[in-house]
């Protein structure tokens, strides 16, 4: 059986009712109740009682040295966490644990554990399901579905079926494990996103430039004004990586119209999440 590590952080799930608003204040023993499998070998850590709209990046690399640390003594890792940004924590972890060979699952509810009719219950036992199933790398359980940190995106503020793969591949079998040794990796670049829309000036793209990097979201498949792909190409000049995503939640960009030409131009970003890519940017993955 596999050896798991359940580590809190707080979120919607672990939340009760305060006079100001939901507030985390379940801990892992808490939360333990509400699972499926009580002859799990499962231990606990309490990283955090926060909502994740507050999570830091500084926060996020703590999480991954836990992880990194505890490596050889857990099989599997269970996140529980806000839904707000558990995509980003998603990403984050992917990216830093290059080549692991462990699952690091993330869950959370739209709802708290101690609500009636709430969809923490079905979520938290199918991240400790699959932990115990053996799958390796980073993934989010969500409303029955396992998918894959580098296409997970939240769609959704109140729908339990609030996340998507945004290639539409989600985990159904135990895939193979990573080839390579393992390493933690940190952040390598400065990584803005800029969000075009029809009044995004050239002066806001060219504020840019001390940036390593920019991920673009463009209009459909790849559109954007043509005065901005002189912006676009001014941070290029400057050293800039500039990176062109849809700011649609599914398919690429790619240059079948004439008015997107900036695509072939620029580094284009097929159907990952804005997340990953964000973070994968970061990290010199991509």
């Keep these: 059986m596999n050896k798991i590590l359940l580590i809190t952080t707080g979120g919607t799930l672990a939340c009760k009712q305060t006079e100001n608003g939901l507030a985390p204040e379940l801990k892992g023993e808490d939360i333990l109740r509400y699972s499926n499998y009580a002859d799990a070998d499962i231990d606990i850590y309490d990283f955090r009682l926060i909502d994740s709209s507050v999570m830091t990046d500084e926060d996020r690399a703590e999480l991954a040295e836990l992880i ?4 050889d003594e857990y099989d599997s890792f269970v996140i529980t966490h806000g839904t707000d940004s558990m995509a980003y924590t998603a990403a984050y972890l992917d ?14 509810a739209q709802l708290p554990l101690v609500f009636e009719d709430t969809d923490a219950h079905s979520n938290l036992n199918l ?6 199933s053996g799958y390796w790398g980073v993934c989010v359980a969500f409303c029955r579905k396992l998918i894959p940190a580098k296409y997970v ?10 996340f998507i793969a945004t290639n539409d591949e989600y985990l159904i079998n135990e895939i193979a494990k990573p080839v390579g040794e393992y390493e933690l990796c940190l952040p ?4 803005g996103v800029i969000y075009i829309t029809p009044n995004l000036d050239e002066t806001t ?8 990097g920019v991920v673009a979201l463009a209009l459909g498949s790849g559109g954007m004004p043509k005065h901005l792909e002189k912006a676009f190409d001014f941070l290029k000049k400057k050293g800039v990586k500039v990176y062109l995503r849809s700011q649609c939640p599914k398919g690429k960009v790619e240059p079948i119209y004439e008015a997107h030409s900036g695509v072939s131009k620029y580094i284009p970003i097929k159907d990952e999440s804005v997340e990953w890519s964000v973070y994968a940017a970061m990290f010199g993955v991509i």
Excluded: P, Q, R
Aim: proline share 0%; glycine share 6%; with cysteine.
């Design 68 to 71: 990194w640390d505890k490596k």
């Design 95 to 108: 990216c830093a644990l290059k080549n692991f060979d462990k699952s690091v699952i993330l869950t959370g």
């Design 127 to 132: 991240a400790i399901g699959a932990a115990m």
């Design 153 to 162: 995106t939240k769609i959704d503020t109140e729908s339990f079926d609030g």
């Design 188 to 191: 390598k670049n400065h990584i």
């Design 205 to 212: 793209v060219e504020t840019y430039m001390l940036h390593d």
